[in-house]
């Protein structure tokens, strides 16, 4: 069998930058295959057509990944104004001035001088990102399971 629109797709995978950092070692990651969009599209493309036992190794830039290093999205802050138990590493649930709806997450990255930096950046923005592995298996389901298995993801998505 092999992978070809709606079919459940468990992937064998490692994530490292282009320049051979390593950031994930062998994680299963499980998608719906089909445009779905559950994972990247150029990966989703290079697995079209594969096998289990199969093994892909697909370059994705920054771009196409989880975006570019955005400057506007790092901001500092007086410690008066957030919460007394900050520390390094925390999320705060946060705002961008221009569209105050979204809400958006912001991790603490320094404190300094009264000051923290906060980064509203996904940690691998900025890396062009490379993902190899294995196909460990491939599972045909039908229409309806598709259906099932988008809304649910869509459910997540919105809570």
Do not use: W
């Amino acid at each position: 069998m092999t992978i070809t629109k709606n079919t459940i797709v468990t992937l064998d995978c490692r994530l490292s930058e282009t320049s051979g950092n390593l950031l994930e070692d062998s994680q299963e990651l499980i998608y719906l295959h089909g445009g779905y969009g559950q994972i990247f599209k150029p990966l989703e493309e290079a697995l079209e057509g594969k096998k289990v036992g199969d093994t892909f190794r697909v370059e994705i830039p920054a771009a196409e990944a989880f975006g570019e290093f955005d400057a506007n999205l790092v901001l500092t802050e007086s410690l008066d104004e957030l919460p007394e138990e900050i520390k390094v590493g925390m999320e705060i649930d946060g705002y961008i001035e221009e569209n105050p709806d979204d809400t958006v997450l912001y991790v603490v990255t320094a404190i300094a001088d009264g000051h923290a930096t906060l980064d509203a950046n996904h940690p691998l923005a900025g890396k062009n990102l490379v993902f190899e592995g294995r196909v460990e298996e491939i599972v045909e389901v039908s229409e309806e399971a598709v259906q099932e298995i988008l809304e649910h993801a869509h459910d997540e998505d919105h809570h």
